[in-house]
């Protein structure tokens, strides 16, 4: 093996100074227990590829359970053991992650009959990983801080861009990395080497997909849609057959892909917004990919991703929810209604509706209504509140709510602006069932 990089530099440069601070301490406590501590995986791999990732994964050449609780006692944070893995997650204050395994030799069985005696456990533990870019280790001891340990081409293949995996049994042993295949090379623009893409044709006639729960799948099929190119790795996983092997009705035609390619328009032009709500994108996405199923056989595809009776219930509901408010909408439209009867349609349909709902219908006004109501209107608040009511001596009951759903209105409609408008209202309102508004009374 060549002489080992140091990458200390580029560590000290990318990181946040608390997180290197953090392996220099593990590296310290490494020292002070006599065994080498490595960060692994996912970190060390965006550290070359300088994307920003917090997740520290380390693996201790001794006992990770141990090591984590010393390092609670220096960091701070709280320890989460699992005794039947040896593992442990070191939770910090502000909410990172730190998750520490142990390398142990006896702990893997390699059906690759490897000559395992040859092998250092920190390469035993790298080798078991899903590619060559996921299998790389720094070293964080003293004096050593920084070495990286290569031992199966991973910096060559980062540099060229190459997904590749470490033997060929991998997909086999675990076919969800079929998915992270597919997700990471869509991620770094890298491809899918050769003799991995023949593991993986292999595997999927082996109906290796079959094999894997519900939940693992939703799992990286969730991981998925939080990526950037999610079409991409849709179209992906459908020319390797795994959406049809995941079920047979779960497919991608060019009308979904139509959809699918109008709904990253739309949540692209909703992160523009910059506003504080998140849509939860699994559910945006799971929308739009059964958009063309028929009804009767989305619960079928909702059980195969083991997906709760209750998951399974939102997306039914929020598909009917959003056509209903599609057809309300393009009623309002036509005959050009006040803007408080757009805010009263689609007021119950929760983010994700919304942003389906843009993604069916993007006509140009479409996006100009959306985009006023959901920077606008959804936070609108009144300057009054039922205590004002019951101070003009509104007996208690559901006129309150129809009160202030009628001020609502007027305000949306810029007919009561200032809370003196509002009272005005209310008193007409408390006195007078029949009052319509403002403007309407006056004409
Ligand atoms: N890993 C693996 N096989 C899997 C899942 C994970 O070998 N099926 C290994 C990889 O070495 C990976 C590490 O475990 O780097 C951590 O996995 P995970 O946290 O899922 O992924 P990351 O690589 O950190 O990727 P991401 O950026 O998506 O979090």
Redesign the pocket.
Known sequence: RKKERSIKNMLKDRLPEDLFHILQEAGELGRSLGTQVYAV??FV?DILMNTP?T?L?LVVEGDGIVFARKLATVIGGRVRAHHKFQTAVLILENGLHIDVATARLEYYEYPAALPTVELSSIKMDLYR??FTI??LAVKLNPGQLGQLVDFFGSQKDLKSGVIRVLHSLSFVE?P??IL?AIRFAQRYQFRIGGQTDRLIRNAMQLDMISKLSGSRIFHELS?IFEEEHVLDCLRSLRDYKVLESIHPLLTLTPVQEELLEELEVVLDWYKLLYLKEEPRRAIVYLLALLNGVAENKILPICERLNLTNRQANELLTLRHHTNKTIYSFKKWRNRRGPLSDLYFLLEELPLEGLLFFMAKFNKEDTRKYLSQYLTQLRGIELDISGTDLQHLGLEPGPRYGEILRKILASVIDGEAACRDDQLFLAKKLVTDPDFMGIEKNMQ
Do not use: E, V
Request: no cysteine.
């Open positions: 995986g996912g791999r990732n997740d994964d990983r899903d996921n299998a675990d969800t990395r992270r991981s």
